[in-house]
């Protein structure tokens, strides 16, 4: 076994007491407490969706208590602004803007910020008319992992269940827009009125989340 300099040793000690520490842990609810409040589904929406183009339309859109939610898969958009993750050779169906745009005016950098992909107003839901915004709080759980990410692109009215490459990464999901993602179950829960400003503050995202999936917990 190859030994640590004395140094080093004091790093990793250290290391290992703020992972252990109750500060590193995660202050909002579990999944597993999220998850327990979305099972029977009282479906808002006017049909059910595809997750993937041709499948079968077997997804409704939920409502509850002061939030929306749906159960899918996760594809990954890489779209945005150009980087060496996201581009048009990396991803064959890249688009170089989003949606919603940045603070600056700028569209969002899929591989740097978790954002979820809602899907485009149609006869089927129409996410406007439910109090989902650009910039909303949306948790995203994936197994025992929750991720509080921001409504940051409209994806095909057909289709749902998409988040971008951060949010991937960050939920342990293969990122790759040519072969990533996973079948799930991938459930997304948005927050109803909800809006992080600056869109592109992930912290603000996460603080937020915390405290609206608690205030779920506590009304429902």
Not at 118 to 132: C, E, F, L, Q
């Amino acid at each position: 076994m190859r030994k640590l300099a004395p140094g080093l040793l004091a790093v990793a000690a250290l290391v290992a007491s703020v992972l252990a520490s109750p500060v590193a842990q995660a202050a909002g609810p579990s999944a597993a407490q999220l998850l327990a409040e979305l099972t029977a589904c009282q479906q808002i929406s006017n049909g059910k969706y595809s997750t993937d183009s041709g499948s079968a339309k077997t997804v409704p859109v939920c409502g509850k208590n002061g939030a929306v939610w749906y159960r899918a898969d996760m594809d990954i958009d890489c779209d945005g602004q150009p980087t060496p993750r996201c581009n048009k050779n990396t991803d064959p169906w890249f688009q170089p803007e989003t949606a919603f745009q940045d603070s600056k005016g700028r569209h969002l950098v899929a591989d740097q910020l978790p954002y979820t992909v809602v899907p485009s107003p149609s006869g089927t839901w129409d996410y406007r008319k439910h109090g989902i915004q650009g910039g909303g709080v949306v948790a995203v759980i994936f197994t025992n992992r929750v991720e509080y990410t921001v409504v940051g692109d409209t994806g095909p009215s057909n289709i749902i269940g998409e988040a971008s490459y951060a949010a991937a990464v960050n939920l342990g999901i293969n990122p790759n827009p040519k072969t990533g993602g996973t079948d799930g179950p991938v459930h997304y829960l948005y927050f109803k009125n909800s809006k992080v400003s600056p869109i592109e503050d992930h912290g603000k995202a996460v603080s937020q989340g915390e405290a609206l999936a608690q205030k779920f917990l506590d009304e429902n």
